[in-house]
T-cell receptor, first 111, second 114 residues
């Protein structure tokens, strides 16, 4: 079953912050985050492993609450280059080797 | 390094025709994946491979077959194309299991079935 992402879409002005959530109905081993610009391939942002560790990459960070089977992606002081569709991919505790992706969150950053 | 490449980039088929999509990676990755992407559906896994000579079904395998005869190549076949298979197809690879390792995606193949 696909994880549920929210919101489905968000529009920000440059410099504003955003949070994208990813929720699963099954126990998770890890959560991946990817960004896809229009007409391009998805690009890896970060992995969060079981353990609740928070990761960061420049002004983009994420958290993973394994008890709630949820992850959140935090975009701080958004830039025009952050525009795109963000996907979470989840790996369950009983499944090796493959991810199940959410339906995506479309983020548009404007001037 | 070219990374992950896909051939062809675009293709138009008529219903009932067959075709093979080729994915190649030069990173010596063990794991390879085929996804399809449809509007509003995200990425859905068709088939995957955990090593040369192995394949396994993903979420939406019906109507597709795959082969991994060489470690660097993963082929996706459509034996009798249907309009429902109109989609963008992405291939991806990762060094080891997906729990710890990022997936590298190819540029995609846009397939239209008339």
């Amino acid at each position: 079953q696909q994880p549920v992402q929210s919101p489905q879409a968000v529009i920000l002005r440059e410099g504003e912050d955003a949070v994208i959530n990813c929720s699963s109905s099954k126990a998770l081993y890890s959560v991946h985050w990817y960004r896809q610009k229009h007409g391009e391939a998805p690009v890896f942002l970060m992995i969060l492993l079981k353990g609740g560790e928070q990761k960061g990459h420049d002004k983009i960070s994420a958290s993973f609450n394994e008890k709630k089977q949820q992850s959140s992606l935090y975009l701080t002081a958004s830039q025009l280059s952050y525009s795109g569709t963000y996907f979470c991919g989840t790996r369950g505790t009983g499944t090796a080797s493959k991810l199940t992706f959410g339906t995506g969150t479309r983020l548009q950053v404007t001037l | 390094n070219a990374g992950v490449t896909q051939t062809p980039k675009f293709r138009v088929l008529k219903t009932g025709q067959s075709m093979t999509l080729l994915c190649a990676q030069d990173m010596n990755h063990e794991y390879m994946y085929w996804y399809r992407q449809d509007p509003g559906m995200g990425l859905r896994l068709i088939h995957y491979s955990v090593g040369e000579g192995t394949t396994a079904k993903g979420e939406v395998p019906d109507g597709y077959n795959v082969s991994r005869l060489k470690k660097q190549n993963f082929l996706l076949g459509l034996e009798s194309a249907a309009p429902s298979q109109t989609s963008v197809y992405f291939c991806a690879s990762s060094f080891w299991g997906t729990g710890y390792n990022e997936q590298f995606f190819g540029p995609g193949t846009r397939l239209t079935v008339l």
